[in-house]
C-alpha cells in the first residue's frame, strides 16, 4: 500500500489532475485529508477515508454525469494532516486553511471524523475577513456543546462555529438531511435560530424547494462553505460510517441538490465520516468520490462560463 507522500506525486491521482509539483497559488481546486478519528463518539474508521478516496480517484474520468470535461483543471493535492494531539493537529490545519483563504483557492477537505471541520472553520473566519455562510448536510446537527467532556468532538463542529466572529450564530448555517438529536440541541434550539430542512421534509417538499429554502437564505453571503457528512444519505447508500441513521437521503436527491446550492459563491467543502474498514463493499468511498468530482464539475462550469 503507498503512502500519503507517494500517492500525492502520483500524477493520476484525481482524474489525472493532480499537479503535485504545482504550488498552492497556481491550483485551481486545493486538496488535503486530515487523518484523525479520535473524536468520534461510536465507531472509528474515518481516519482512512482519504487514503480509501485518493486511492480509487485514479480510476475516474474528468467529467461530471452530464458528460461535461474539465481537464483543464488544476489540483494540487497537498496530503493528509496527521497527528495524535488534537490541538495540535487543528492548529496546524487552521494556519493552512488560512493561508487557503487568504489565497482565495476553492479547496476540498477530506476527513476525518466530523470534529476535523472545526479547524476549517477557524482558518476561514482569520483568513477571509469577512462573514461566510454554512450548508451543513449531515444526519446529525453536531451542536452539541461537548460530548463526553471533549468540547471538539465530532458531535461539535456546528457550535463551534456559531462562536466564530465570522458566523452569524446559528443563523449561519443551515442545515439538510437531519434526522437525529442530543438533548443539549434541543435544548440549543429552544433558544437559538436553526435552520433545518430534516431528511423527512426534505422527501416531502422535493429538491427544487430545498434548493429554494437553502439559496434564499445564504445569498447573503459572499462566500459559503459546505460540509457534508456521508451519513446524511440513507446507510443502505453508503453503510460505511461511523454514526449511520436510517431515513437518509438518497443519491439523486443529493446530487440534484448540491448542484442547485452550486449557485451560491461556493468557496469549498468537505466530505467526512467515510470509514471504509466499516463497509467491505466501499460505497461510501464511492459515494464520496462522486460527490467530489460532481462538485468540481459545478465549479468548474461557473468559472467557465
Known amino acids: 500500500m503507498k503512502t500519503t507522500k507517494e500517492m500525492i506525486k502520483d500524477t493520476a491521482l484525481w482524474a489525472g489532475l493532480n499537479k503535485p509539483d504545482a504550488r498552492i497559488e497556481d491550483a485551481d481546486i486545493v486538496v488535503f485529508g486530515m487523518a484523525f478519528d479520535a473524536a468520534a463518539s461510536v465507531r472509528k474508521g474515518s481516519a482512512d477515508g482519504p487514503r480509501s478516496i485518493r486511492e480509487y480517484s485514479v480510476f475516474v474520468t474528468p467529467t461530471t454525469e452530464d458528460f461535461e470535461v474539465f481537464d483543464d483543471l488544476k489540483v494540487v493535492d497537498i496530503g493528509d494532516f496527521e497527528g495524535d494531539d488534537q490541538e495540535l493537529l487543528f492548529a496546524e490545519v487552521e494556519e493552512q486553511v488560512e493561508r487557503i483563504a487568504k489565497a482565495g483557492k476553492f479547496f476540498t477537505m477530506l476527513g476525518g471524523d466530523h470534529s476535523v471541520s472545526i479547524p476549517i472553520y477557524r482558518g476561514l473566519d482569520k483568513g477571509l475577513g469577512k462573514k461566510f455562510g454554512i450548508i451543513h448536510i449531515d444526519a446529525h446537527f453536531d451542536l452539541c456543546d461537548s460530548l463526553d467532556g471533549n468540547r471538539l468532538s465530532h458531535a461539535c463542529p456546528a457550535r463551534r462555529a456559531t462562536e466564530l466572529a465570522s458566523v452569524d450564530g446559528s443563523d449561519g448555517i443551515y ?101 471504509p474498514s466499516l463497509d467491505s463493499s466501499l460505497a461510501s468511498t464511492f459515494a464520496a468520490r462522486k460527490i467530489i468530482t460532481e462538485c468540481w464539475g459545478h465549479y468548474w462550469r461557473k468559472n467557465a462560463d
Open 175 to 275: 442545515f439538510v438531511g437531519i434526522r437525529s438529536i442530543e438533548m443539549d440541541e434541543v435544548e440549543f434550539r429552544r433558544n437559538n435560530p436553526v435552520h433545518v430542512i430534516n431528511a423527512r421534509e426534505f422527501s416531502a417538499i422535493g429538491v427544487r424547494e430545498a434548493v429554494k429554502r437553502v439559496v434564499n437564505h445564504m445569498s447573503k453571503y459572499d462566500c459559503v462553505y459546505i460540509t457534508l457528512d456521508i451519513d446524511c444519505l440513507d446507510p443502505g447508500y453508503a453503510g460505511g460510517t461511523g454514526t449511520p441513521q436510517f431515513g437518509g437521503l438518497s443519491p439523486r436527491q443529493l446530487l440534484d441538490f448540491l448542484r442547485g446550492v452550486f449557485a451560491l459563491p461556493i468557496i469549498g467543502f468537505d466530505v467526512v465520516e467515510v470509514a
